[in-house]
T-cell receptor, first 111, second 115 residues
Framework: GQNIDQPTEMTATEGAIVQINCTYQ??????LFWYQQHAGEAPTFLSY????GLEEKGRFSSFLSRSKGYSYLLLKELQMKDSASYLC????????????FGKGTRLSVIA | EAQVTQNPRYLITVTGKKLTVTCSQN?????MSWYRQDPGLGLRQIYY???????DKGDVPEGYKVSRKEKRNFPLILESPSPNQTSLYFC??????????????FGPGTRLTVT
């Protein structure tokens, strides 16, 4: 089976750093995606990791440990506009669905 | 510009009145799918298609139909909508051959209300 877990909700303060965790157990692994989704809008691509380690992209970084089935998304210098849901998704190598999504973490940034 | 389009963006209808939500992509993706998203439940896949004339049920297919007559189009049909189909719907497409780092693209969403 495919299982992806992430916290349901998180709250953080403007200007702070927040880490959103994702653990996965999937049949096959071809990389892990993070998407951002503002309320009522479509998910948009943030990052892709397939090798272990940290990928940095401006204020956002994503980390992967394949041996632990674990990833996190790190958001620095939080801004109010970062209030959104963050979806973890695994590209699997078997089955009929190429991308398996977690339920998402709703992040609220407060002043 | 690479994109997935959906229409309509908003729709209010009554129980039992057939409707179609259109979806089109311009990236020549093989794989297309429909999701519904409800509070606390995440994205749930309704139907998917791995290529032209190949469609199959996802996790929540009851009350929905799809077709894939052309590679670019993947309409979602509700033959007899009911209030429990009130939801936010997304069409999506992705390459399934080649580089797995290709992202999945989503349409802008269709907010459907069935009264």
């Amino acid at each position: 089976g495919q299982n992806i877990d992430q916290p349901t909700e998180m709250t953080a303060t403007e200007g702070a750093i927040v880490q959103i965790n994702c653990t996965y157990q999937t049949s096959g692994f071809n990389g892990l995606f993070w998407y951002q989704q503002h309320a009522g809008e479509a998910p948009t691509f943030l990052s892709y990791n397939v090798l272990d380690g940290l990928e940095e992209k401006g204020r956002f970084s994503s980390f992967l440990s394949r041996s632990k089935g674990y990833s996190y998304l790190l958001l620095k210098e939080l801004q109010m506009k970062d209030s959104a849901s963050y979806l973890c998704a695994v590209r699997v190598s078997s089955g009929n669905t190429p991308l398996v999504f977690g339920k998402g973490t709703r992040l609220s940034v407060i002043a | 510009e690479a994109q997935v389009t959906q229409n309509p963006r908003y729709l209010i209808t009554v129980t039992g009145k057939k409707l179609t939500v259109t979806c089109s992509q311009n990236m020549n993706h093989e794989y297309m799918s429909w999701y519904r998203q409800d509070p606390g439940l995440g994205l749930r896949q309704i139907y998917y298609s791995m290529n032209v004339e190949v469609t199959d049920k996802g996790d929540v297919p009851e009350g929905y139909k799809v077709s894939r007559k052309e590679k670019r189009n993947f309409p979602l049909i509700l033959e007899s909508p009911s209030p429990n189909q009130t939801s936010l719907y997304f069409c999506a497409s992705i390459h399934i051959s080649g580089d797995p780092s290709y992202e999945q693209y989503f349409g802008p969403g269709t907010r459907l209300t069935v009264t």
